[in-house]
């Protein structure tokens, strides 16, 4: 059993900024990294929106670069995944792997959420390489190209907007006969020249060459097909916020995301912080993660101040 004061989960930018923080105020946090070691960003190319990277940078690269930065002021990472977590009573009791136990004065959550895909064969294989979860991330290289929306929610239509302004043709497939995205969203989208909503439509299958995406397979709701020419993918049909663990333990909302304290990470147990997607159903942006995750390592830093 380990008595630490800081125990981190999830190796996204908020955990990472969150064990550059702890460190940096002798907390000696110790990060284990779950599932997808440096979290979402590692499954995206290039990210060109995080300031501070002005021709841009590769997602495994910056968090190779935020795991070393947490590492340099001793951060302890580790490769393992949380299996339990008693947070009835401080510390905290968490189980990592199964086997290895902690005590935890406090606990940062920055697990992160997964993007939810259709599940078909084609779209995994072509993961990375026309199949993307994230526009804003992953738009830019789409310029003046066809593209393709799967979903009717806000994130779709903003997806599509954002696409719109950037691409030559984009196809929202649309599985009901309205969106069900705000009025305004509708409004925006059902008005965009070179946005076309397919409704009643769903993705039979994504087609493609070695190159990558090439078109996809659509069937209507009475079974009849059609095929699009698009060189891009765009799944926002939703994300899962990665809180099974914490059921029953924290307040979540009915998403699942864990409610934190307006303008703050304190979450509905005190010595429990969340950082990061896990607490953000809206923003979903690295720089805003970060963020978060710099705000839960000083809110633990205040409350260990405080039970002294
Ligand atoms: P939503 O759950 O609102 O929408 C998901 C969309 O994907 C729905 O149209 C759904 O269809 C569709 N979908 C789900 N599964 C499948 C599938 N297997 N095949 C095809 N389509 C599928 O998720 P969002 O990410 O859009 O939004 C999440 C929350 O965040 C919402 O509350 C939203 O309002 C909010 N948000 C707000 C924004 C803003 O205010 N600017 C921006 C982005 C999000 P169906 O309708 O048939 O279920």
Request: net charge negative; with cysteine; aromatic share 10%.
């Given at each position: 059993m380990e008595e630490i004061k800081c125990l981190i989960l999830g190796s996204g930018p908020a955990g990472f900024t969150a064990a550059i923080y702890a460190s940096r105020a002798n907390l000696a946090p110790i990060l284990y990294e779950g599932i997808t070691p440096g979290g979402q960003l590692t499954t995206t190319t290039e990210i060109e929106n995080f300031p501070g990277y002005p021709e841009g940078i590769h997602g495994t690269q910056m968090m190779d670069d935020l795991r070393r930065q947490a590492q340099r002021f001793g951060a302890d990472v580790r490769t393992g995944i949380a299996t339990h977590v008693d947070l009835s009573s401080r510390p905290f009791h968490v189980v990592v792997d199964g086997t290895k136990e902690f005590k935890a004065d406090t606990l940062i959550i920055a697990t992160g959420a997964t993007a939810k895909y259709l599940g078909l064969p084609s779209e995994a294989k072509f993961r990375?390489?026309?199949?993307?979860?994230?526009?804003?991330?992953?738009?830019?290289?789409?310029?003046?190209?066809?593209?393709?929306?799967?979903?009717?929610?806000?994130?779709?239509c903003e997806e599509a907007s954002y696409l719109a302004s950037i691409c030559r043709q984009v196809y929202l497939i649309v599985r009901k006969p309205f969106l069900r995205a705000s009025k305004a969203m509708q409004h925006r989208v059902l008005n965009t020249p070179n946005i076309k909503v397919l409704f009643e439509h769903n993705t039979a299958e994504i087609l493609g060459d070695d190159n990558g995406v090439t078109g996809a397979l659509l069937r209507d709701n009475h079974g009849v097909e059609s095929t699009i020419n698009i060189d891009g993918f765009f799944l926002a049909i939703g994300h899962h916020p990665v809180t099974e663990l914490f059921v029953g333990q924290l307040d979540l909302n009915d998403e699942g995301y864990i409610k934190t304290r307006p303008g703050s990470s304190h979450t509905s147990v005190e010595g429990v912080f969340a950082a990061g997607d896990v607490k953000d159903p809206t923003y979903r942006q690295a720089i805003v993660a970060a963020g978060s995750g710099c705000m839960a390592a000083l809110d633990a830093e205040r409350f260990l101040l405080e039970q002294e």
């Open positions: 990375g390489m026309g199949v993307s979860a994230c526009a804003t991330c992953d738009g830019f290289f789409y310029r003046q190209k066809d593209v393709a929306v799967v979903g009717g929610g806000d994130t779709a």
